[in-house]
């Protein structure tokens, strides 16, 4: 075998290797393979290793005769098939067992960002006279912010928290991620999912349907209908207490509910008015309430006396609401215009929004989430990326007005981002208004003045021809785009990195970031 054997490459190596081999064996002029681009054939060495067609899946440097060759290579396409073709799952099952972190990451990764988008080009190719070509006009932004997933469509309610989610689609379905975890229920509810309550340590999930007088109860361990509940008025609201001890039902009227889930529920107290969302305290003894107005209520679920149960109201500022949500101590109430507040219901005072609270909400039947921590985006740019550039020798000032349109000034001796000075600002304020000198830049950003040159951009990755340039801008992301180089190459310093320059000085090093950070759910 050759002497690559036995040693564990990267990636773009493998790649490199396999591609001197095939071009070693090709017999065009001078030994090279067809015209087509190290991107294209990398590509292609993708896609030939889970189809079985390409020279990739043929092992080299046997010497032995052509049936020995043709029994290897059937030994290797006969493993490239069965590592290939992996079952996939049908949708209801897609994500069965999974964890709520598990579900949202593979949400992520099939909605948000894909690491080969970084390593193809996707603009075209323009041939020129000299049959070199370039690449026609386009560029991305490379960034990481939070991003806002599509977990499901068709879902009429839900509840979820830091650990687990529950939901219900508009016909019937219940789907559970968490420790407990349901791809689907035996039984659908008749008609649309509503009044959903569940919490994620509660064995019991408990909805209503087209029904509102009837209440189906849930055993999310089994995923089976255990019960169905006969009520006395059609339901508000309802809550489970934690480990799915008690159940507490609102009605129309304001009239409070309270029993456990095998049992229909005996009158607890009337609070004569609507209410918006009823909550359990930690030991399922305490009952919250919220009105539209924001008048939350304390009710002692377990005093025999019904005089005594309610213990304590107060007010939440900034109603009337139109939503409330209990997510453990925390209340989210979110008023007509989509104004959200939180309540600390320990201490009885609004606080802002944290990690302590998931980011679920409905959007026209949509089930988002809006991820606290950053996920990569990458977001496309018209015509060809030009930098604009002045130097004002008399306060050692280069200014560049970037790919995004802003301008930004730069120290010409050390070559760090100028965060004081305020560029377009004014005649009063311009650092240099009359003494600005056009420099002129080359393809790349690269530029030259007096005893120092300056890099805008860096070469993060290039095979054969191909070159992708990459600009880093502090607190915005990284430009990239592509470029045909003159001289061909094979440079990938770190796999999955990008560069990040502290300094447009050329002769300083620049560091290498990860393209991917690691997932960060909820």
């Known amino acids: 075998m050759s002497g690559n054997a036995g040693r564990t490459v990267a990636y773009p190596q493998f790649v ?25 054939y990398r590509s292609r060495m993708v896609e030939k290793s889970c189809t079985g067609t390409g020279p990739a899946m043929v092992p080299h440097g046997f010497a032995a005769g052509w049936r020995y060759l043709r029994f290897w290579l059937g030994v290797a396409m006969f493993l490239a098939v069965a590592a290939c073709a992996r079952p996939m799952p ?49 560029y991305h932004l490379f960034s990481h912010g939070p991003a806002t ?39 659908p509810v008749p008609g649309a999912v ?30 089976e209908r255990t019960e169905e509940l006969a009520v006395p008025a059609p339901v508000q609201t309802m809550a489970v207490s934690s480990g799915g001890r008690f159940l507490a039902l609102a009605d129309d009227a304001g009239r409070i509910w309270f029993g456990s889930p095998s049992q229909e529920p005996k009158p607890l107290a009337d609070l004569g008015g609507t209410v918006l969302a009823l909550g359990f305290g930690p030991e399922g003894g305490m009952l919250f309430s919220v009105s539209p107005q924001g008048r939350i209520t304390l009710i002692n679920a377990r005093e025999s006396n019904p005089a005594a149960r309610i213990m304590d109201r107060f007010q939440a500022r900034g109603g009337p609401f139109a939503q409330a949500r209990f997510q453990g101590r925390y209340l989210v109430l979110t008023t007509a215009a989509g104004r959200r507040f939180a309540w600390d219901l320990q201490t009885r005072t ?20 809006t991820t606290w921590g950053n996920v990569p985006h990458l977001a496309e740019y018209a015509g060809y990326p030009e930098f604009d550039v002045r130097h004002c020798p008399k306060r050692h000032l280069i200014r560049v007005r970037d790919l995004d349109g802003m301008v930004r000034l730069y120290d010409s001796r050390t070559g760090l981002l100028n965060r004081t000075l305020v560029p377009d600002a004014g005649d009063a304020a311009e650092p240099c208004a009359s003494g600005w000198q056009r420099v002129s830049v080359n393809a790349k950003g690269n530029f030259c003045l007096e005893d120092n040159c300056y890099m805008l951009t860096d070469r993060a990755f290039q095979w054969d021809h191909d070159m992708l340039l990459c600009r880093s801008v502090p607190g915005v992301g990284r430009f990239l785009w592509w470029m045909r180089a003159e001289q061909p190459d094979q440079f990938s310093p770190l796999p999955d990195h990008l560069p990040e320059r502290r300094t447009i000085l050329s002769d300083e090093a620049v560091e290498w970031a990860p393209v991917l950070p690691p997932p960060d759910f909820p």
């Open 90 to 138: 049908d949708a209801e099952n897609a994500y069965q067992g999974l964890t709520l972190p598990q579900y949202l990451a593979t949400v992520r990764d099939a909605q948000a960002f894909r690491l080969n988008q970084l390593y193809k080009p996707s603009v075209p190719l323009l041939e020129t006279a000299d049959g070199t070509g370039r690449y026609g006009p386009g």
């Open 149 to 187: 997933l599509d977990l499901a469509p068709q879902v009429s309610d839900f509840q979820g928290s830091r650990s687990a989610l529950a939901l219900g689609t508009r016909d019937g379905q219940i789907r559970v991620y968490g420790a407990f975890s349901c791809a689907r229920t035996d039984l």
């Open 16 to 40: 490199a290797m396999q591609y001197q081999q095939d071009a070693s064996r090709a017999s065009g002029p001078g030994g090279k393979l067809p015209a087509r681009t190290g991107l294209e």
């Open 350 to 369: 609004q606080v802002p929004f944290s990690r302590k609270m998931a980011q679920f909400f409905l959007d026209d039947g949509v089930l988002r989430y």
């Open 194 to 223: 509503r009044n959903m309550a569940w919490r994620p340590d509660s064995p019991y999930l408990a909805v209503q349907g087209q029904a509102r007088d009837v209440v189906y109860v849930y055993d999310v361990r089994r995923c």
